[in-house]
């Protein structure tokens, strides 16, 4: 799961206008800012220091600054129609190797696999290396790919595993901006679909550098709405199944595929002009303003706009595939129009005279401790429905469902109707548990409490320790080894009779409940340490009674053991320094012996396994009598 760090300032802006982009360097943790037409400079972003400069009083940079890994050089264009090429110690340009072209250059983009691609703004692509020999392609006029006149490239893609070359394009705003990068309201966008392969230029000679790089268009895909603008849009690149993401003025996100399939089974299910909806963002992002999308992976995009209350900006990772917001950070101001780039692992806004980075953290998680994280849900938003009513239809059968889930004579009936309520509304579990379990614990309501834990399925861990010492404050120290209750409702111990402290069996249903280590690691350390001894305490007692066997549950019997396990582990994981310190050694000594205890049992139980599966398989233990043998067996019973 990818998290957003929080922002920090790498430089300072000059101004806003003359800001041309910023691109990665030959080493990781390096960036190229081009501050304006004649200045770039290369930073360090752990160390947020300027490394190295480049000036030029001669000519204008008209593109951002790359690094071309084929030449070794840095390069970038000049004057519109000139590449220009210079060694990093040359500041002030002085040596810069230049490639004339006569039709204008949009910017330079370096790849491993491809070399450096010089892109046009009438949508050619030509390798640098081969700029030499392919000046007269300008001639023909079946390589216009972009109309200028009525069209600008937004942004270039390159996925060099498949080989494909995604151009985004889109009309010309009859308002120019005055800014020369970032994005704007568009009405309709073009992706051209280019293919690279490798032609042979001497049919006699089979050596690398006697191949060409030839570039061809594939496909093409024209979105346009005719009452919506487009707010942002961007290319997924991801093979086959490449993608276009774009946001309307509406507010929902679409996408729609860039490749025809060519499967027959794909093609009679979908078509490739299906455009898909994918979620509703006007609770995220505001939809007055131009947004700025960026891919980081095939299932994940991040998004930088203006926040949905119009006060200041925000960034969030937004995953596709669960409909999913995984992190947000809010910034203080918004600019327009809105830049953003990934470089790496961090993110990059240029906001007002400053450019602030936002590192991204990729750790494993589990899909439910993400669910519902900032109330993302766009299945409301799809169809009005009625809150009260569970399913369309008549009303009687849906008066009997709710009915059914309300318990008699409890008391809590409009609690029940709430979560309802919630539930028809598209909330996830997790997001229902943050409004009702906090008024249950407050309430110290615990009917509705044993009614919470039998009925959700994903109780976030914070409001599971809550339950716990809200549980275990209501149990006194002579109960702590009454852990063990049999029934459906907890209310009678091993001899039949009515138990007295119900709590027992909630505390059971808490361990057992399946939960991610290091969330519960985290909330574990809020719980004041009397607490945690206590829990550990029951713990203790709970391992040493699961070692009972009994026939009538052994089906759980492991999974107790793993559960208890587990829970004792995340609390010496959370408490580890507080066990130490206050010299806590009489509960760890009589875990240990009682571990000690149990494995000493668990071996002679292993001693004996061959003959309870021999007596499982009806194998009889006498030796079978042989006409060989000068022996006789005889069986003696003893009365």
């Not at 009083?57 to 890994?69: D, F, K, M, Q």
Request: hydrophobic content about 35%.
């Amino acid at each position: 799961m990818a998290m957003l760090a929080p922002p920090f300032i790498l430089c300072p802006l000059t101004d806003s206008k003359e800001f041309l982009g910023i691109s990665g360097d030959q080493q990781d943790n390096k960036i190229i800012v081009t501050i304006g037409k004649n200045i770039a400079i290369r930073y360090h972003v752990s160390e947020q220091k300027q490394e190295v400069s480049w000036a030029s009083s001669r000519h204008w940079l008209t593109s951002r600054v790359v690094y071309c890994p084929d030449f070794q050089k840095y390069g970038a264009a000049i004057d519109h129609s000139t590449i220009g090429l210079w060694e990093e110690h040359d500041g002030h340009l002085a040596n810069m190797k230049k490639y004339k072209y006569s039709e204008q250059v949009f910017e330079l983009r370096p790849t491993k696999k491809l070399g450096t691609l010089v892109l046009f703004k009438n949508g050619v692509i030509l390798p640098l290396s081969q700029s030499n020999k392919t000046q007269e392609k300008f001639s023909r006029t079946d390589e216009l790919r972009v109309d200028e006149t009525q069209e600008k490239i937004i942004s270039v893609e390159v996925d060099e595993k498949s080989s494909h070359i995604f151009i985004l394009c889109g009309n010309i705003n009859k308002q120019k901006s005055t800014s020369k990068c970032g994005v704007e309201k568009l009405r309709n966008i073009k992706v051209l679909i280019l293919r690279a392969g490798r032609s042979l230029a001497n049919v006699s000679s089979l050596d690398s550098s006697s191949t060409n790089l030839t570039i061809e268009v594939v496909h093409t895909v024209e979105i346009s709405t005719k009452t919506e603008s487009i707010l942002g849009t961007c290319v997924v690149p991801n093979g086959e199944d490449s993608f276009v993401v774009y946001l309307s003025a509406d507010g929902f996100l679409y996408r729609r595929r860039l490749i025809p399939s060519t499967s027959p089974e794909e093609t009679s299910l979908t078509t490739d002009d299906e455009v898909t909806r994918i979620a509703n963002m006007s609770k995220c992002v505001s939809t007055a303003n131009p947004v700025v999308i960026k891919y980081l992976d095939p299932c994940t995009i991040a998004i930088f706009g203006c926040d949905s209350s119009e006060e200041g900006a925000v960034v969030f990772i937004y995953d596709i595939t669960y409909d999913l917001m995984l992190s947000k950070q809010l910034l203080k101001l918004y600019a327009l129009p809105p830049i953003m780039e990934k470089i790496g692992l961090n993110i990059f806004v240029p906001v007002g005279l400053h450019i602030l980075v936002l590192g991204l953290r990729i750790t494993k998680s589990l899909l439910s401790s993400v669910l519902g994280r900032h109330q993302l849900k766009s299945v409301d938003l799809f169809e009005t429905r009625d809150p009260w009513v569970k399913a369309w239809g008549n009303e009687e059968e849906n008066e009997d469902n709710v009915e059914d889930m309300l318990p008699e004579g409890t008391g809590f009936e409009d609690l029940v109707k709430l979560v309802k309520t919630l539930e028809n509304h598209g909330q996830p579990q997790s997001v229902i548990c943050g409004q009702i379990i906090p008024q249950i614990v407050e309430n110290r309501n615990f009917a509705a409490l044993i009614w919470s834990l039998d009925y959700f399925s994903d109780i976030p861990e914070p409001l599971v320790i809550n339950i716990l010492t809200f549980l275990l404050s209501s149990i006194e120290k002579t109960e702590m080894k009454i852990v063990r209750v049999s029934g459906n409702d907890g209310d009678e111990n091993e001899k039949g009779q009515k138990s007295m402290y119900p709590s027992n069996r909630q505390i059971n249903q808490l361990i057992h409940r399946p939960f991610e280590q290091r969330q519960m690691i985290r909330s574990f350390r809020i719980i004041d340490f009397e607490t945690v001894k206590k829990f550990l305490e029951y713990l203790t007692n709970q391992l040493e009674s699961t070692w009972d066997f009994d026939l009538d549950d052994n089906e759980e019997y492991s999974c107790r053991i793993s559960n208890v396990m587990k829970w004792i582990c995340t609390i010496f994981d959370a408490h580890y320094p507080q066990f130490v310190f206050h010299n806590e050694t009489k509960i760890v000594d009589n875990l240990l012996s009682l571990m000690n205890e149990k494995s000493k049992l668990m071996t002679e139980i292993e001693g004996i396994e061959p003959l309870l599966v021999s007596t499982i398989s009806k194998v009889s233990f006498q030796p079978s009598p042989s006409s060989n043998s000068k022996y006789h067996s005889e069986t003696v019973l003893f009365e």
